[in-house]
Every structure is written in C-alpha cells, then in structure tokens.
C-alpha cells in the first residue's frame, strides 16, 4: 500500500482527495495523510513510517512548500515530492526542481493528471527502493561470500566459472589466538565474541595488506591464502606483522592473567583450488586443499605460543631474506618420515 502525504492549507482538498480516490483507499491501494502547511508535514513524518510521496502546495503559511522541500532532500531522501503550484508559476516551478521535486502539477487540480502523476512518482520510489535493498544485500553478502566469489559473479558465465577446479601454487598459513577457548569458558557471549572480532581484525588488516586474502575463520583459528610472486614471502611477512600487533594489544579487562598471543603455522606448494561442499545443501566453500594446507596446519598445531613455524623447505626458501631458527625434528600425523622444522624469528 502507497503512502501520500498532503500538505496544503485548504482543507477542501482533503475531502476532494478522500472522494476521488474512495475505490483505492477501501482497496488499500492508497493511504492518505493530511497536513495544513510544511511545519506540520514535518511533525508527521516523525511519526509516520514508510511515507513515499509527499503533496504538496507551495504557498502555505508558517512554512511553504519551497522550505519543506529543502528539509526533506536534507532527511527523507527516499521520499519524493510532487510540487503543487499555480498555473504559469514557473519561478516557484524552476526552484523547487532545483531542491530536488520529482514532479510537479498545477492547479486547478485535474485529478486525472494527479493519479498518473502518482503512479509514475511510486513506480520510482518503489525502484528506488529495491535498488537501495539491492546494495545493502550486497554489502550485507559481502561479508559472508568469498570475494573470489563475487569477483568471479561480476564477469559473464560465472557459474561455469565457479564449477572449475585447479591446482595452484601457493602458501597457506593457520594463524590460532592462544588460551581463547579459556576464555570463551568464562566470560559473556557478548564479552567473546567483541574480543574475536577485535583480534580477527587485527589479523585482517595485516593479511590484505600483504595482498593475501582470508579463507575461512575456524573458531579462533584463521585461514590465510597467498597466491602470485613471492607469495611465502608475502606469507611470512603478513605472520611477523600479525604477531607484533596481537602482542602489543592489552590484557583482556578485568583480567590482568590474559594477554592475547598466536601460533603460526605456514607452508608452500601446490594446492588444489575449488568448491568443497554439498550442492544439495547448497553449501560450498570456495577453499584450497591437499596436503601442503594439512601441513601448514599442523605446524601450526606444534607451534609455541608465540612462535611462527616452517618446514624445512621453505627455510631454503626464504633463508636469505629472513632470520630464523631451527627447532628441530618432529613427527606430523600422516608422515611417514620425521619433519625438521623452523621458527621465523625477524
């Protein structure tokens, strides 16, 4: 149902409106609103919702229909009025087009020109409205798709596009929020989540900056995927910046016991990229896997709190460009042979 706001200081056209538009007001097509000059529309549309045109004659007393439109560009956007003025008034015509009037009409009212006037002002209001929906759909997806999702919807065939599987290489690294599952124990739902989000933030800004891109979130634990040249270097990097901003944040308030730090685990190779899930459930994630993501998490896993963990292989790898230790060997699940590994230190 259409919601019209009239604002003129004649009271006869309230009766005019009521009479001519009967059939859409019992068919609740229409809803009318009344009010005997600009100050008065104003007090209604505080409390009145969803008002999508507004009528209105602009000579009126206290305030005209000019000023009202100049408050209504300013907090109702959304609504759009339809000028009424004088015949061969073209003044007050020019400018209330110029304050943003959709239309306007002239009177004597010819209320088969007011009816297609409206019609034609709702069919826009109403685009205007799914328009607005539209984008805040989009950026409400935005946080919930991968963005190499929606990058791959902007382009044409997307779907086939997002059905198709390849081998890439890559690095990945695990990033894990240490002693938080203790804290999740203890404190409020709300106290948890805000100090989660506060970390993943962190880590974000540092991921992107470094032209990597985040891959899931797994409970405290965050997934980082760095593709293109130097990528382990760009990894790696991304790691020693995320630690250094995890550590410099305060103790959890209230409890001078906790201060937040991570462990890090990274690896490089090649990696299959694709969407896992269930396509009856409608439920994929566009992800990597194979065994050099198993890997990096389970140096994660082995990591000290604090401490940024490597295989050997990328030691060779990045030895030059960074400093390191060597910790030793170690048994990973699955691996038939043991794993001499390494801490990124600087």
């Given at each position: 149902?259409?919601?019209?706001?009239?604002?003129?200081?004649?009271?006869?056209?309230?009766?005019?409106?009521?009479?001519?538009?009967?059939?859409?007001?019992?068919?609740?097509?229409?809803?009318?609103?009344?009010?005997?000059?600009?100050?008065?529309?104003?007090?209604?549309?505080?409390?009145?919702?969803?008002?999508?045109?507004?009528?209105?004659?602009?000579?009126?007393?206290?305030?005209?229909?000019?000023?009202?439109?100049?408050?209504?560009?300013?907090?109702?956007?959304?609504?759009?009025?339809?000028?009424?003025?004088?015949?061969?008034?073209?003044?007050?015509?020019?400018?209330?087009?110029?304050?943003?009037?959709?239309?306007?009409?002239?009177?004597?009212?010819?209320?088969?020109?007011?009816?297609?006037?409206?019609?034609?002002?709702?069919?826009?209001?109403?685009?205007?409205?799914?328009?607005?929906?539209?984008?805040?759909?989009?950026?409400?997806?935005?946080?919930?798709?991968?963005?190499?999702?929606?990058?791959?919807?902007?382009?044409?065939?997307?779907?086939?596009?997002?059905?198709?599987?390849?081998?890439?290489?890559?690095?990945?690294?695990?990033?894990?929020?240490?002693?938080?599952?203790?804290?999740?124990?203890?404190?409020?739902?709300?106290?948890?989540?805000?100090?989660?989000?506060?970390?993943?933030?962190?880590?974000?800004?540092?991921?992107?900056?470094?032209?990597?891109?985040?891959?899931?979130?797994?409970?405290?634990?965050?997934?980082?995927?760095?593709?293109?040249?130097?990528?382990?270097?760009?990894?790696?990097?991304?790691?020693?910046?995320?630690?250094?901003?995890?550590?410099?944040?305060?103790?959890?308030?209230?409890?001078?016991?906790?201060?937040?730090?991570?462990?890090?685990?990274?690896?490089?190779?090649?990696?299959?990229?694709?969407?896992?899930?269930?396509?009856?459930?409608?439920r994929l994630d566009y992800t990597v896997i194979?065994?050099?993501?198993?890997?990096?998490?389970?140096?994660?896993?082995?990591?000290?709190?604090?401490?940024?963990?490597?295989?050997?292989?990328?030691?060779?790898?990045?030895?030059?460009?960074?400093?390191?230790?060597?910790?030793?060997?170690?048994?990973?699940?699955?691996?038939?042979?043991?794993?001499?590994?390494?801490?990124?230190?600087?």
């Amino acid at each position: 149902m259409a919601k019209i706001l009239v604002v003129d200081d004649e009271k006869d056209l309230e009766v005019l409106i009521k009479q001519k538009f009967r059939k859409q007001i019992r068919a609740k097509e229409y809803e009318f609103l009344f009010a005997g000059n600009g100050k008065e529309a104003l007090t209604a549309l505080k409390t009145a919702e969803d008002v999508d045109i507004v009528l209105s004659d602009i000579n009126m007393p206290e305030m005209d229909g000019l000023t009202l439109l100049g408050h209504l560009s300013e907090s109702s956007p959304l609504i759009k009025s339809v000028m009424v003025s004088a015949y061969g008034d073209m003044d007050n015509i020019r400018t209330a087009m110029n304050r943003g009037a959709f239309d306007f009409i002239t009177k004597p009212i010819d209320f088969s020109d007011l009816s297609i006037t409206m019609e034609k002002t709702l069919d826009y209001v109403r685009q205007l409205r799914k328009t607005l929906a539209a984008v805040r759909e989009n950026n409400i997806l935005k946080m919930y798709v991968d963005e190499s999702v929606l990058n791959f919807m902007e382009g044409k065939d997307y779907e086939s596009k997002l059905k198709a599987n390849e081998t890439v290489n890559a690095s990945v690294i695990f990033i894990d929020i240490c002693g938080f599952t203790a804290i999740s124990e203890t404190a409020s739902p709300d106290t948890v989540v805000h100090l989660l989000n506060s970390y993943f933030e962190v880590m974000v800004k540092e991921i992107i900056e470094q032209d990597g891109y985040v891959d899931k979130f797994i409970g405290d634990a965050v997934m980082a995927v760095f593709r293109g040249d130097y990528h382990l270097d760009r990894a790696i990097d991304a790691s020693l910046a995320v630690r250094e901003g995890i550590q410099s944040l305060p103790s959890l308030s209230g409890s001078g016991s906790y201060r937040p730090d991570v462990t890090i685990g990274i690896n490089s190779g090649e990696m299959i990229s694709g969407n896992i899930g269930s396509e009856q459930l409608r439920r994929l994630d566009y992800t990597v896997i194979g065994d050099q993501v198993n890997v990096a998490q389970r140096l994660q896993a082995v990591a000290d709190e604090g401490q940024i963990v490597i295989s050997e292989k990328s030691y060779q790898w990045i030895k030059e460009s960074f400093k390191c230790r060597e910790i030793g060997e170690i048994q990973l699940k699955n691996k038939s042979k043991p794993m001499v590994i390494y801490e990124v230190l600087e």
